[in-house]
């Protein structure tokens, strides 16, 4: 079975940190490219951050250029997207995905159709 299980949301302060994972199992990760998307109460998902097999780095929202950064480890199977100076507007559930097709690349615009399997998702509540 083909999964991922995010992990690492809560409740910060603004200002503070948080480092989401994405856990998969079934299968490898490392040749998949992974997205992190984001979820606001009363809005439309939106993709944040991508990084390809090859570790190339899509950021899609500039709201959170110079403060979010994904990474993966390959060994772990996961992916991270570490989170710096949180904002309250940055409060939404949090999703990672990964593009099903081995090796392509991410999409520039990390547009969700595009992204076969996903996580349940993980909370992130910035209080201001």
């Known amino acids: 079975q083909l999964q991922l299980v995010e992990s690492g949301g809560g409740l910060v302060h603004t200002g503070g940190s948080l480092r989401l994972s994405c856990a998969a199992s079934g299968f490898a990760l490392g040749v998949h490219a992974i997205g992190w998307f984001r979820q606001a109460p009363g809005k439309e998902r939106e993709g944040v951050s991508c990084?390809?097999?090859?570790?190339?780095?899509?950021d899609r929202l500039d709201s959170v250029k110079g403060r979010f950064t994904i990474s993966r480890d390959n060994a772990k199977n996961t992916v991270y997207l570490q989170m710096a100076n949180l904002r309250p507007e940055d409060t939404a559930v949090y999703y990672c995905?990964?593009?099903?097709?081995?090796?392509?690349?991410?999409?520039?615009?990390?547009?969700?159709?595009?992204?076969?399997?996903w996580g349940q998702g993980t909370q992130v509540t910035v209080s201001s």
């Open positions: 990084i390809s097999y090859s570790g190339s780095i899509t």
């Open positions: 995905a990964a593009n099903n097709v081995p090796f392509a690349p991410c999409d520039q615009r990390l547009s969700a159709v595009n992204y076969d399997i």
